[in-house]
């Protein structure tokens, strides 16, 4: 096989749920991103994480583009550490956060910034998953309790953490006081985010895309917040874990994340190179 055979490609994944369910990257994903970056392709990571997050991934993974953090709202070199793009919430949600907060007395709420989780509670932590991701994030040591003269006074993104049998009812409310700046997108099954206005992982895959004056994309991810750049990418893919309404729309539905997802949808992508 031509050893340039993806010199035009941008493969971008999502981590929780796609590349891996916490933190051990399957060994079947590194050697296919190893060598789908041996036949010239570009890799990197798009996710709601923050950068501070990634401790545990980075020194498995090699990327070779800049990286996509709080679901487009913060793109960065992990080389130079340089910040290509940044995008904040507006002042107003912190009043809109609180009040709903004291409206859905189950759900908790952190706000997600590049250097650190800011826990303002954790709401009902008897949630499957809740206590596992949040025992993550404290091992990470970027894990604080958000408090009105600590925390920060701007915002990038909240992560409201809900009761999945009550997403629906929480969604349908946000959507009812028409927010203007920001809007509501599911990550996980108890995860729903409040993003900027403008923000989406899409946005943040084409403007990589760009800057690298690369041809094409594919892109890899589970959840709606990954829809907006499966919609976007040239070739698409889902696991078998990932929402049934992705699995709709994208071009392949490829193995589960624990069983190499990433690495079947490089396999799918071999096979359409090579034909």
Not at 64 to 78: K, L
Request: hydrophobic residues 35%; contains cysteine; charged residues 25%.
């Amino acid at each position: 096989m031509n050893n340039s055979v993806f010199h035009d490609l941008l493969l971008v994944s999502d981590i929780d749920g796609t590349l891996t369910e916490l933190s051990k990257v399957p060994q079947k994903n590194l050697d296919a991103i190893a060598r789908f970056q041996q036949l010239g392709g570009t890799f990197t990571l798009c996710t709601g994480r923050p950068k501070c997050a990634l401790g545990k991934i980075l020194p498995q993974i090699q990327v070779n583009a800049p990286i996509i953090t709080i679901n487009g709202g913060y793109i960065y070199s992990p080389i130079t550490g340089e910040v290509l793009f940044e995008a904040q919430l507006p002042l107003h949600v912190k009043e809109f956060v609180f009040s709903l907060l004291e409206r859905f007395s189950q759900i908790g709420a952190m706000l997600v910034e590049p250097d650190n989780y800011w826990v303002i509670r954790w709401g009902d932590e008897s949630i499957e998953g809740v206590a596992q991701r949040r025992d993550m994030y404290q091992r990470e040591d970027c894990c604080k309790t958000y408090s009105e003269q600590e925390g920060p006074q701007q915002w990038h993104k909240v992560v409201l953490i809900v009761p999945p049998e009550q997403i629906p009812t929480v969604r349908k409310y946000i959507e009812e006081q028409n927010p203007e700046g920001f809007y509501p997108v599911q990550s996980d099954a108890f995860y729903l985010e409040l993003v900027a206005d403008g923000v989406d992982k899409g946005k943040g895959m084409k403007m990589i895309q760009n800057s690298l004056n690369l041809a094409k994309t594919a892109a890899i991810g589970d959840r709606e917040n990954d829809e907006s750049m499966l919609l976007l990418a040239d070739f698409s893919a889902t696991p078998q874990n990932g929402d049934e309404n992705l699995q709709k729309e994208v071009d392949f539905i490829v193995d589960s994340c624990e069983n190499g997802a990433v690495a079947d949808f490089i396999y799918r992508l071999e096979q359409k190179y090579t034909l």
